[in-house]
């Protein structure tokens, strides 16, 4: 991912797939004209890196030259056609090939035509390396197209934001997703999860998906998902993974513009970790980190026995069963440690002390993301 000015972006197009592209609109492009010289025409800025990488593939003589227009503003294109560099040779009876970088609406091929209306060339052929069809709303032949793309926004490859992005050999599209901070929280029980999360909640305008809450609030609800999870449950089946997954996603979109999200409870399995990265790389988002309260056993028996002479919990007041949950916790979880460790998302936040100290503990992890 790389940042532009205020926008972030995502990698779409590598140096690889553009290079074959343009050596295919390159062996097209030749094989049609034959032996005419044609003189390729760029049209400035975004063209001057397309422009090169063709012409130093073209396998016979040719003349290139450029002309210079502006129609982009920020991230839209405008009506307004500026011609900055006009046409400063004679073409009468020469084949043009126009080389764009990118074709959107088509008002600055539109205004490449107005050009060449009276320039009496032999013939007009327009090439562009990226094309949006969804975008394009005039009538002229496009002769030769590199590669069709979705209406969004790119940079990269001689395509700018606002001045940025020019130089980088790949192409990068906008994420329809602005930036969010993902968090998985990870604990044993008695590590103080909860009261963590309502404070990382508060800090960072975070929204808080405890997986537990969300099958009770289906289920109560009577949605579908819920009662298609409620299905597996009565007949002391696991609910499989895409049925949670489908909760959560309903959870995220019900969020779309929020900062982040914490997850809590979820994933368990690396299946599930795997699910989870998978729904958030479809919202263009991802899961930045995975971060768990380490707490020593001992600390925690000690505080869940004392949670448990006042919460009545029946599972708070017997030590071997603490134990046991705490065990099991080491168990379950060793192998999403692994998952985010092996992605650089690991992030033990020691949770002995006091709450405040904690809390700034995992400010520090969270800052850093
Ligand atoms: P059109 O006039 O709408 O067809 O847009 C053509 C010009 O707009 C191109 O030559 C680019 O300079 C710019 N443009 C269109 N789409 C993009 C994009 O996705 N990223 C960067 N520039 C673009
Ligand atoms: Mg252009």
């Known amino acids: 991912m790389i940042k532009l000015h205020d926008l972030y972006f995502k990698p779409f197009i590598s140096e690889q797939e553009i290079d074959t592209a343009v050596q295919k609109m390159v062996d097209g492009i030749a094989d049609d004209l034959g032996d005419e010289v044609p003189v390729f025409i760029g049209i400035l ?51 043009v090939v126009i080389l764009e970088d990118i074709i959107d609406s088509g008002n600055t091929l539109e205004e490449v035509h107005r050009i060449f209306e ?29 590669m069709e793309i979705p209406n969004k926004f790119i940079v990269g490859y001689g395509l700018d934001y606002n001045g940025l992005g020019r130089d980088l050999p790949d192409v990068y ?30 800090k960072y305008d975070l929204i808080h998906i405890s997986t537990g809450d969300v099958f009770r609030f289906n289920i109560k609800n009577e949605t579908a998902l819920g009662m298609l999870a409620k299905s597996f449950m009565d007949k002391g089946e696991l609910v499989p993974d895409q049925v949670t997954i489908d909760m959560l996603n309903k959870e995220v979109e019900k969020n779309a513009g929020a900062n982040g999200f914490i997850f809590d409870g979820f994933p368990r399995t690396n299946a599930q970790a795997k699910a989870l990265d998978a729904l958030m790389e479809d919202k263009d988002s991802q899961i930045d980190a995975m971060v768990a309260l380490e707490v020593d056993d ?43 460790t092996d992605q650089n998302k690991y992030f033990g936040v020691d949770g002995v002390g006091s709450v405040e100290d904690i809390t700034v503990r995992l400010s520090t992890v969270i800052d850093k993301l």
């Open 298 to 340: 001992e600390v925690l028996v000690e505080r869940l026995l004392k949670r448990g002479e006042t919460s009545g919990r029946t599972d708070d007041a017997d030590e071997s069963i603490i134990r046991n949950r705490i065990k099991q916790y080491y168990t379950k979880t060793a192998v999403l440690k692994d998952y985010y």
């Open 173 to 202: 599209q906008l994420k329809t997703t602005q930036h969010m901070t993902n968090i998985v929280l990870f604990g044993p029980p008695g590590a103080g999860k909860g009261t963590q999360a309502n404070f990382l909640k508060e």
């Open 118 to 146: 009276n320039e009496n060339v032999k013939q007009l052929i327009i090439a562009t390396l990226f094309y949006k069809p969804e975008a394009y709303n005039k009538d002229f032949k496009l002769h030769y197209v590199g």
């Open 45 to 95: 800025n975004g063209s001057f890196m397309l422009v090169s990488d063709f012409v130093k593939k073209y396998p016979k003589p040719c003349e290139v030259t450029f002309i210079k227009l502006a129609s982009y503003e920020g991230v839209k294109s405008t009506e307004d056609i500026q011609r900055l560099i006009g046409l400063t040779q004679d073409l009468t009876g020469r084949t």
